[in-house]
């Protein structure tokens, strides 16, 4: 694991070591262990290298045996041994027992399309000297990050946000856009970065840079319209534990010790309980929770400890730590935090570098699985909706679509399609509720959400021919775990620690993608179906359902019954306990600050009001609206203002 930023033009560029080490240093704490750096008259590449695999001989930038590519490389490559066995027995003679150089030989021998045969989590950059091009890799699910600048001739690249805007090659100004869909989804989608002339290289794709241009391509592709198993739940039981026994396996290759992040819930247990199961020595767990009361999973953190006898370590927060923190995270990450927990996963992170380099973490489970059933099992609320309005009369659609779920909260009649409501029941701000908040230059610079509305209509229009039920389980594979990937390497390379994620391997994917939505979330009986009819997701979901069907029913052969079995928790953060007291002083002294006030932004009617009415809302979202301001006006005055 590792980190890289550097600058390419095909029509030559004037070499500046001594900016370069700089830029370079800037992520330093992606890779403390080496430097690496190459230079000609068209490229400057600076590396930073985490050493976990080939630790002696694995250095970067690397050249290829016929000096033709320079390859700098963020990420890991899994089946890097199987691949190793080819090109040796194409008596092809490598000089490392490293991942990069497998890398770079095969690329160099095969050709760029043997990507696909590569296992892994990657960011990396290729440059090829004898075409004059350089390349732009990312891996198929997005799990390693890069980011971009491009001017027509002239390519600036990073693994991080604050190296590539410390090029000073653009001017830093706010995108808007990314403002908006920040306020209503907690993540920057489809609009660009929050800064304007920032791109971040999508998910399965690459782009190549040469003297005509910029061209991009994807070589992967989400399994939207897989063809469903015919098999029974015992056969997808095995099959199941076959794969994501194979695939913890294979994320366990490294020459240092791998730990787990054990939060004590369903996803973090079983993976620690089969990776404990290929591992001969005694593994370290790690937790962080809260003091308040029903936030902290530790017991059930300690039940699996004491299963697999694991050493174990658990850090406590309480809203002091959180109000420090807060500023300095937000300066390491270059963006508005997307999630509150991202300040107790930093600190965890902290503790974790004391202990090991890398690290298994279950982010994907709820993706691949079905584990947000208030979102992700609402198609079953929206096949009752298209129901009444294609066949009922309208003056009477209201009355009937209330005794079906509907309420104040979310008003189904209002509703012209599947997107209608996805935004209301994914949403942190709502809509119109979010354009009030921002002030009338804004609302004409956003075009009233023109560019997002955009985005996401297209995005469904993909989708138009997947079954409703199972729609807004692709979404959140493409999107949602966008954000929560970004979120683990920020924070875990903030401390220079590998987070590798087991159930994001494509093979799961592929695979779950396969499995007909009953084994992602199954009505508890007949009749709590029936009940269901006459509800909403949010009220069904984990009372009348189960979320996460097959990954339960599989973890009861590996992990106690009552963490297979318990409600998801989510590792939520006590907002809204906390705005009783001092983080609501905090935020007073944030948000009513001349310097917010006067940036333009929101309007200042909409910050008294929701400062001073508490909204007695589930999951802390008055809270959540509340921390995403102050998340906002802290990244613009580390980023925006002074420049």
């Not at 091009?133 to 604050?162: H, M, Q, V, W």
Request: net charge positive; aromatic share 14%.
């Amino acid at each position: 694991m590792c980190g890289f930023v550097g600058i390419f033009s095909p029509r030559g560029l004037r070499s500046d070591k001594q900016k370069l080490e700089k830029l370079t240093n800037l992520i330093h704490h992606r890779g403390p262990n080496e430097n690496g750096y190459f230079i000609d008259d068209k490229i400057n590449l600076g590396f930073k290298r985490l050493s976990i695999i080939d630790i002696k001989n694995g250095q970067q930038p690397f050249k290829s045996q016929n000096n033709r590519y320079i390859l700098v490389f963020n990420g890991e490559i899994y089946n890097y041994k199987d691949l190793r066995k080819i090109l040796i027995s194409k008596n092809i003679k490598l000089k490392t027992n490293s991942d990069t150089e497998v890398l770079v030989e095969s690329i160099s021998n095969f050709g760029l399309d043997y990507i696909s045969k590569m296992n892994g989590m990657f960011a990396f950059v290729l440059y090829d000297q004898k075409e004059n091009c350089t390349y732009l890799f990312r891996d198929r699910l997005g799990i390693k990050p890069l980011f971009y600048y491009f001017n027509g001739s002239k390519i600036a690249f990073s693994s991080e946000i604050k190296a590539l805007i410390s090029t000073n090659l653009f001017k830093k100004e706010i995108n808007f856009d990314a403002i908006s869909s920040y306020l209503s989804f907690r993540y920057n989608y489809g609009v660009g970065n929050f800064f304007k002339n920032i791109e971040t290289l999508d998910a399965g794709h690459f782009i190549k840079i040469s003297s005509n241009g910029i061209e991009k391509q994807n070589y992967w592709d989400y399994p939207f319209d897989q063809e469903k198993f015919n098999l029974n739940e015992g056969e997808l039981l095995d099959k199941t534990k076959e794969l994501i026994t194979t695939v913890t396996a294979d994320h366990l290759v490294s020459d240092v010790p791998v730990g787990s992040l054990l939060s004590g819930g369903l996803d973090s247990s079983l993976l620690t309980t089969i990776m404990n199961q290929n591992k001969s020595e005694k593994i370290n767990t790690f937790s962080a929770s809260f003091k308040n009361e029903g936030y902290d999973e530790n017991y059930f953190a300690q039940l699996i400890s004491k299963q697999i006898n694991s050493n174990h370590f658990n850090i406590v927060l309480n809203s002091q730590d959180y109000e420090k923190n807060l500023n300095d995270i937000i300066n390491h990450t270059a963006t508005p935090l997307s999630i509150p927990h991202e300040i107790a996963i930093n600190s965890l992170f902290k503790e974790i570098k004391n202990h090991t380099k890398v690290v298994i973490s279950g982010e994907g489970a709820d993706e691949m699985f079905g584990g947000y059933g208030r979102v992700q099992s609402s198609g079953f609320d929206y096949k009752k909706i298209n129901f009444i309005k294609k066949f009922f009369p309208k003056a009477i659609q209201k009355t009937f679509l209330k005794l079906l779920g509907s309420n104040k909260n979310f008003e189904w009649h209002k509703y012209d399609n599947q997107l209608d409501h996805f935004f209301d029941i994914y949403k942190w701000f709502g809509l119109n509720e979010k354009l009030d908040f921002f002030t009338n230059d804004i609302n004409l610079i956003i075009k009233k959400d023109e560019k997002l509305k955009s985005f996401w209509s297209l995005e469904f229009k993909k989708l138009k021919n997947v079954d409703k039920l199972e729609k807004i389980l692709f979404i959140f594979q493409k999107h949602h775990l966008q954000c929560l990937l970004h979120r683990l390497d920020m924070h875990s390379m903030s401390h220079s620690v590998e987070a590798r994620v087991p159930f994001c391997d494509h093979r799961i994917i592929e695979f779950m993608n396969k499995v007909p939505y009953r084994y992602k979330f199954k009505w508890k009986t007949k009749m709590h179906k029936f009940l269901a009819l006459f509800n909403n997701s949010f009220d069904n979901s984990e009372n009348k359902d189960i979320s996460k069907y097959l990954l339960r029913k599989l973890s009861l052969k590996f992990i106690p019954k009552e963490i297979s079995n318990k409600k998801k928790l989510g590792f939520p953060v006590p907002l809204d306990h906390w705005l009783d007291g001092s983080f609501l002083d905090y935020s007073k002294q944030i948000l009513l600050d001349k310097t917010t006030l006067n940036r333009g932004i929101f309007d200042s009617n909409q910050i008294y009001n929701l400062l001073f009415k508490k909204e007695n809302t589930k999951y802390d979202f008055w809270g959540k609206k509340i921390w995403m301001l102050i998340n906002i006006e802290l990244w613009a005055r580390n980023f925006i203002d002074g420049n």
